[in-house]
């Protein structure tokens, strides 16, 4: 175990996922090095998972202010300036990130700095960074080729398409593909069969990527670092559960049954009883007329955790938000007001769950509000500028406004679980 214990800590050390060296042991290879170095470790992943080439992988290797350039054109292309702006208001009304902070500035500056190759499934091509040692790329080669061969198979643009609106989903579905890339880079780095680990050493690995992440990682607010490692490790231990009971070739049959939710990724055994997620449809709310609907999206349990992770305890945060089973969050934007108003609509598996998740949100709007938290029961605490942070609970179903105007609360908590469709 011991000697399990220092690769492991050697593989988190130059792994895709958690870039933590900065002085290079050697200089990095030229770039006909490293394309035939890929055409290795194609081979060894081709075996190895089982998924055939079916045609050649284009492959370009890029310097770090080129893939930086890449990932800003996918950025803009995928995400209007309009709706990173909204985002990043959310985020800051909910506590998530500084009220000064430059959003887009953040994602990029995270996105670069993590990221040490990558594959393009819109251009079809793997991207090789050519900063890097051969030691270094080995691990990210064979994470990111196996995206290329996920991508010739399953068409991973399936996976990233048509969900804008759906944070969970998206979340979920991308466990599954980094999960298999970082099962199969921990295959062929260890010599072992990802299923024969048990779950205590999936658990060892994830302090490690914590304890030895860049200055930038650390410096980046903690809700996005988590959001960027949740399909890698949340994604392994899914994946590794899977294994334990199924060969690869049978984890190529989740890809047309992928994951609906991040509860279905952190409780595995819903997955396989397809235990579906509640959907929500919103609708306009005459207690907020006037205001411009400008952000839509479903936060589910693993970013509802996280957030509720920034308030109160890690355990209590848990279990809030465990027995989730749908959410839907909306923000308005007011004319001439700063900020958005979000309104949220939660449905819990039972009330017991609501309760809980009543009781944490209480808690962590106090935070938000600056206010005293208040025991129990519907609350809704004072902000500046005539605004209030409320919580409400009828059974199962809860109702949470962040920075709404205070005359308004009473009405949007009675309209949404009057009026907001849940299927």
Do not use: C
């Not at 759906?166 to 295959?187: C, I, K, P, S, W």
């Not at 048990?198 to 670092?225: D, E, I, W, Y």
């Not at 890698?232 to 334990?244: I, S």
């Not at 049978?250 to 997955?271: D, G």
Request: proline share 6%.
């Amino acid at each position: 175990m011991r000697r399990l214990r220092a690769r492991l800590l050697a593989l988190a050390l130059v792994s895709a996922w958690a870039l933590t060296a900065t002085a290079a042991p050697e200089a990095a290879p030229d770039a006909e090095r490293l394309k035939r170095l890929a055409d290795e470790i194609t081979a060894q992943v081709v075996r190895l998972r089982g998924l055939p080439l079916k045609r050649p992988m284009p492959r370009g290797v890029l310097s770090r202010a080129e893939i930086r350039k890449k990932l800003e054109e996918r950025l803009a292309k995928e995400f209007p300036k309009a709706a990173i702006a909204a985002e990043g208001m959310v985020l800051k009304r909910l506590g998530l990130i500084p009220a000064e902070a430059d959003y887009l500035k953040l994602v990029l500056d995270l996105l670069t700095d993590q990221v040490v190759g990558f594959y393009d499934p819109f251009q079809r091509q793997l991207y090789i960074a050519d900063w890097l040692p051969i030691d270094m790329q080995r691990p990210a080669l064979a994470h990111e080729i196996t995206h290329g061969l996920q991508d010739q198979h399953f068409d991973l643009r399936r996976f990233t398409t048509g969900l804008k609106g759906n944070a969970d989903r998206q979340l979920a579905r991308a466990a599954l593909v980094e999960g298999d890339g970082t099962g199969v880079m921990l295959e062929l780095a260890l010599g072992v069969d990802l299923g024969s680990l048990p779950p205590g050493v999936m658990a060892m690995l994830k302090p490690m990527l914590q304890l030895f992440s860049s200055p930038t990682f650390q410096r980046t607010p903690r809700f996005l670092r988590e959001v960027l490692v949740f399909p890698y490790t949340a994604g392994l231990d899914f994946v590794a559960t899977l294994r334990r009971r199924h060969a690869w070739a049978r984890i190529n049959a989740f890809y047309l049954r992928p994951p609906e939710s991040t509860e279905q990724v952190l409780h595995p055994e819903k997955f396989l009883a397809a235990e579906r997620p509640v959907l929500i449809t919103p609708r306009p709310l005459q207690a907020l007329k006037g205001s411009r609907e400008v952000w839509q999206d479903t936060l589910g349990e693993a970013q509802l955790r996280l957030y509720l992770e920034q308030h109160v305890s890690k355990e209590r945060a848990a279990t809030a938000a465990a027995g989730w089973g749908g959410d839907r969050a909306v923000a308005y934007q007011a004319p001439g007001r700063p900020g958005v108003a979000v309104v949220h609509y939660s449905v819990w598996d039972g009330e017991q769950d609501a309760i809980e998740f009543e009781e944490a949100q209480a808690a962590a709007l106090a935070k938000l509000a600056g206010q005293p938290a208040q025991a129990s029961g519907p609350v809704a605490y004072a902000a500046e500028g005539g605004l209030v942070y409320g919580v409400v609970r009828q059974g199962s179903r809860v109702v949470s406004g962040y920075g709404v105007p205070a005359a308004a609360w009473g009405g949007i908590a009675a309209e949404v679980q009057k009026a907001w469709r849940v299927k």
